[in-house]
């Protein structure tokens, strides 16, 4: 066990550490009181209100419900993904955006994200790591053919898959946190031994990751996912290409209301992910940093407390600086940073597949607006990804200043 870990097993009200990201009891499993109907209603009607354009009128016309009838924390999780996937429904769910929820939907989504602490927008948790459940319990839960999605914008199999890889990554990479945790506590030792086998076993894990993410196509097509499914995950932050340029309104009945501006649901808020770079030692760029910090506040709060929690030298990096005449631990670091940009450069290529090929259509008039092709979580989505990408180098992570 690890120096490190305790405080995840802490921070999740006592979770076995192969759960690692994901929550022990799907959310979805919770059965809430019969008082929250509406609520189940609406979101599991969600497509076919979408597209009979009565998604507003069903919302406008639900009672503002207490939650004082959520008890358990799945509860709370279940209650969160219903109300964001309302909240996007809403407002992408018509031709033109809107910019004001109504109390509905505005004054519980505040008390549940708050209490889940989490900001009141889809997120990433709320889209994937609390909106699923598996088949077979006896079977892995890294297979993505062994998960179901509970709820969708679409009802289409491609919006399905496309959560569910991410699932299953997570669930594959569950192992993988006690894997980094153990790998911070051989560091602290000086075991350089346990250190090699640990980014031995790391790379292959990066590498299981990669092969799951190349599994994508399989089932979500390109042109359902940006011109059906994509919409659905903006934000309300740098949204002004999309229609809402001073971002929302979240009426909460007392008059007083200001705009607020979320990012979007995006991957940058994968705990699993951000793990990778900082036991790495990845170091990125002031502005990537900055975001991929700011992706923090998006995530739930055990989460972002948990890799807080990671001293800043504890890492591979520093570690390897350190033993500069090891030639195998310098191999076995250069590995695993190897493949973690492959990771990278494998999510290029899809969002290359995904994103800029399907957006061609609309670049003239991104142009025209003055805009920049942006991705769901608001960055200039290739040169974002790109600098990130670069930055996970073997040589620039060793020559980095301290």
């Known amino acids: 066990m690890s120096l490190i870990l305790p405080t995840l097993c802490h921070t999740h009200a006592g979770q076995k550490p192969l759960e690692g990201f994901l929550p022990i009891e799907s959310p979805l499993k919770a059965p809430l009181s019969r008082y929250y109907e509406p609520w189940e209603s609406i979101t599991a009607n969600l497509p076919s209100l979408i597209s009979g354009m009565v998604i507003r009128d069903s919302i406008d016309r639900m009672p503002i419900l207490s939650v004082l009838h959520l008890q358990t924390e799945p509860e709370w999780r279940k209650a969160f993904v219903l109300l964001t996937f309302m909240l996007h429904g809403y407002i992408w769910g018509c031709p033109d955006p809107v910019e004001i929820v109504p109390p509905p939907l505005a004054i519980p989504l505040l008390q549940v994200s708050a209490h889940v602490q989490l900001p009141p927008i889809a997120t990433y948790a709320g889209l994937c790591l609390w909106n699923y459940t598996v088949i077979d319990a006896d079977r892995s839960h890294a297979d993505p053919e062994n998960l179901v999605t509970g709820f969708t914008f679409t009802g289409t199999d491609d919006e399905r898959w496309f959560y569910l890889i ?3 990554i997570e669930a594959d990479g569950a192992r993988v946190v006690s894997l980094m945790t153990d790998l911070i506590t051989a560091s602290q030792r000086q075991n350089s031994v346990a250190v090699k086998t640990g980014l031995a076993s790391l790379s292959k894990a990066i590498s299981h990751v990669e092969l799951l993410l190349r599994r994508m196509h399989e089932r979500c097509d390109p042109h359902v996912f940006y011109h059906h ?43 699993l992910i951000q793990l990778f770079d900082v036991v790495l030692g990845i170091e990125h760029s002031s502005s990537e940093q900055a ?3 700011e992706m923090r506040e998006y995530m739930p709060g055990p989460h972002r407390r948990f890799l807080e929690s990671i001293p800043l030298h504890a890492n591979m990096r520093e570690f390897v600086r350190n033993h500069p005449g090891d030639e195998e631990l310098n191999a076995a670091y250069g590995r695993a940073v190897y493949m973690l940009r492959s990771l990278r450069n494998t999510h290029l ?22 805009g920049v092709l942006r991705g769901t979580g608001g960055t200039p989505l290739v ?14 992570s060793m020559l980095l200043a301290p």
Do not use: C, M, W
Request: aromatic share 10%.
């Open 166 to 168: 991410s699932v299953a």
């Open 229 to 271: 499914l994509r919409p659905f995950l903006n934000g309300s932050k740098n949204a002004a290409q999309a229609g809402l340029p001073f971002g929302i309104i979240y009426d909460d009945g007392t008059g007083s209301q200001e705009y607020r501006q979320y990012r979007g649901g995006s991957n940058a808020q994968s705990s």
């Open 291 to 293: 975001f991929l910090l």
């Open 349 to 370: 290529r899809i969002v290359s597949r995904y994103i800029i090929v399907e957006s061609k259509n609309r670049q003239e008039n991104i142009r025209k607006k003055g």
């Open 383 to 396: 040169q974002f990804l790109k600098r990130v990408r670069d930055d996970t180098d073997y040589p620039e």
